[in-house]
């Protein structure tokens, strides 16, 4: 089965900059979009960016203008640059890859995966 592999994650004062990456891995055909997700406690699982295949973006409201994502789909990974972070913004983030689709022994499989998540924390 494909893996994501997070990394990136860390303690950053508010205002710097930090970048997450995710690779896929695996015997992958194809991904649909790929995206970042953030969870803080108390609160649900929110979007915070998502880029197709095509290289359309959507990003939530909150970290426009600061959040860049992009996309290597050679190398099935999924970048997120994050500035001007705000304490707000601690969470753990997760890694999507949206229907996913790879081989597998009997032919092909579609599914959707989630990474095993990255903390980052925006504090003085």
């Known amino acids: 089965q494909a893996q994501l592999v997070e990394s990136g994650g860390g303690l950053v004062q508010p205002g710097g900059s930090l970048r997450l990456s995710c690779a896929a891995s695996?015997?992958?055909?194809?991904?649909?979009?790929m995206g970042w997700y953030r969870q803080s406690p108390g609160k649900q699982r929110e979007l915070v960016a998502a880029?197709?295949?095509?290289?359309?973006?959507n990003y939530a409201d909150s970290v426009k203008g600061r959040f860049t994502i992009s996309r290597d789909s050679a190398k099935n990974t999924v970048y997120l640059h994050m500035n001007s972070l705000k304490p707000e913004d601690t969470a753990v983030y997760y890694c999507?890859?949206?229907?996913?689709?790879?081989?597998?022994?009997?032919?092909?499989?579609?599914?959707?995966?989630w990474g095993q998540g990255t903390q980052v924390t925006v504090s003085s």
């Open positions: 999507n890859a949206d229907r996913l689709v790879e081989k597998t022994t009997y032919g092909t499989q579609t599914k959707n995966y």
């Open positions: 695996g015997t992958i055909l194809s991904i649909t979009a």
């Open positions: 880029i197709t295949s095509g290289g359309s973006t």
